[in-house]
C-alpha cells in the first residue's frame, strides 16, 4: 500500500517515518516551501508588544515562530519574550506543534482551540473575547482570509503580520510523485494544506497530468487536514475521503490505516 506525502521539508521526514512505522510503502515530496520576507508593518509590531499596547499574539505555525523570532533578532529576543509573557498579552497558538513551538522558544502559550486547529477553530474561540482588543496575527503571505474578516467583524483592531512566504518547488522529486499518481503507483495521497494542494494542481498542470491526475485521485483514497484543504480539493473537482476531526497529521494517519486496515 503506497501513501504519497506533500508535507513541508521542515516535516517530511517525521511523517514519512510514521507512515512507513505503519505498514506504508511512501512516497514524498514537499508541495510547498518557505522563506523569510520583508514585512514593513514588523517593527511596529515589535513595539506594540515591547510597550504593552496589544492584546492577542495568534501564531499559526512553527514556521510562524521561527520567523518571527528571526525578525526580532537574538540582541532583542530575550525582551520580546519577556513582554510576550507577560500579563498583558495572551499568546495564542492555533495547535499542539506550533504550541511546541512557543514553548521551546520560551514563550508561554495562552490559548489553543480544543480540536480544530484551523481559522475557524481560532474564529470559534476568539470572537467572544476580541470586541475592541487590540489583535496581532502573525503568519505566511498565504494566510486565510477567515480569520482577518471574522476578527474584524467581532470588533478587533487587527494587525496582520507576514513574516514569511510561501513558494512552490518544482523538480525531480514533486515531478516524480505526481507521476506516480498519474500513472495509479499511489493509493492514499495527503495533503496538509489548502497551499499544498494548489502546487500540487499547478506542477500537475505544466506536466500536462492535470485531468489525468483528477482522475486517479477520484480512484484512490485522498485524505485531507482541515476544512480549508477539503474545500480546495472538492473545487478542482476531487472527491475528499478522510479529513480527521483533529486537524493533525497523526490523527489522519490513524484515520487512514483504520479505513485500510493497516
Known amino acids: 500500500m503506497k501513501i504519497a506525502i506533500t508535507r513541508p521539508e521542515e516535516h517530511l521526514e517525521e511523517s514519512v517515518e510514521l507512515a512507513r512505522s505503519r505498514g506504508f510503502e511512501v512516497i514524498a515530496a514537499p508541495m510547498v516551501a518557505v522563506c523569510e520576507?520583508?514585512?514593513?508593518?514588523?517593527?511596529?509590531?515589535?513595539?506594540?508588544?515591547i510597550d504593552g499596547l496589544t492584546d492577542f499574539v495568534i501564531l499559526t505555525?512553527?514556521?510562524?515562530?521561527?520567523?518571527?523570532?528571526?525578525?526580532?533578532?537574538?540582541?532583542?529576543?530575550?525582551?520580546?519574550?519577556?513582554?510576550l509573557n507577560g500579563s498583558q498579552i495572551m499568546v495564542v497558538s492555533m495547535g499542539p506543534?506550533?504550541?511546541?513551538?512557543?514553548?521551546?522558544?520560551?514563550?508561554?502559550?495562552?490559548?489553543?482551540?480544543?480540536?480544530?486547529?484551523?481559522?475557524?477553530?481560532?474564529?470559534?474561540?476568539?470572537?467572544?473575547?476580541?470586541?475592541?482588543?487590540?489583535?496581532?496575527?502573525?503568519?505566511?503571505?498565504?494566510?486565510?482570509?477567515?480569520?482577518t474578516n471574522e476578527l474584524t467583524r467581532a470588533g478587533a483592531d487587527l494587525h496582520e503580520i507576514k513574516v514569511y512566504k510561501i513558494v512552490r518547488p518544482v523538480g525531480?522529486?514533486?515531478?516524480?510523485?505526481?507521476?506516480?499518481?498519474?500513472?495509479?503507483?499511489?493509493?492514499?495521497?495527503?495533503?496538509?494544506?489548502a497551499q499544498?494542494?494548489?502546487?500540487?494542481?499547478?506542477?500537475?498542470?505544466?506536466?500536462?497530468?492535470?485531468?489525468?491526475?483528477?482522475?486517479?485521485?477520484?480512484?484512490?483514497?485522498?485524505?485531507?487536514?482541515?476544512?480549508?484543504?477539503?474545500?480546495?480539493?472538492?473545487?478542482l473537482g476531487v472527491k475528499v475521503d478522510i479529513m480527521p476531526e483533529r486537524a493533525l497529521f497523526d490523527a489522519m494517519i490513524d484515520e487512514i490505516s483504520e479505513r485500510i486496515g493497516v
Open 97 to 147: 506543534r506550533t504550541a511546541k513551538g512557543l514553548e521551546r522558544s520560551g514563550i508561554n502559550p495562552d490559548l489553543m482551540p480544543d480540536k480544530t486547529y484551523t481559522s475557524s477553530g481560532l474564529v470559534e474561540l476568539l470572537t467572544p473575547m476580541v470586541e475592541g482588543k487590540t489583535v496581532e496575527i502573525v503568519r505566511s503571505d498565504h494566510g486565510s482570509s477567515v480569520l
Open 172 to 193: 525531480d522529486l514533486q515531478r516524480d510523485l505526481i507521476k506516480a499518481i498519474a500513472d495509479g503507483k499511489v493509493d492514499v495521497a495527503t495533503f496538509t494544506s
Open 37 to 49: 520576507r520583508d514585512e514593513p508593518a514588523f517593527e511596529a509590531f515589535y513595539k506594540r508588544v
Open 196 to 235: 499544498t494542494v494548489k502546487n500540487f494542481f499547478e506542477t500537475a498542470e505544466e506536466l500536462g497530468l492535470k485531468e489525468k491526475v483528477c482522475e486517479r485521485l477520484n480512484e484512490i483514497i485522498v485524505a485531507v487536514i482541515g476544512e480549508p484543504t477539503a474545500n480546495v480539493v472538492e473545487e
Open 61 to 83: 505555525s512553527v514556521n510562524g515562530v521561527r520567523f518571527m523570532l528571526r525578525k526580532v533578532g537574538k540582541d532583542r529576543e530575550a525582551g520580546f519574550v519577556s513582554a
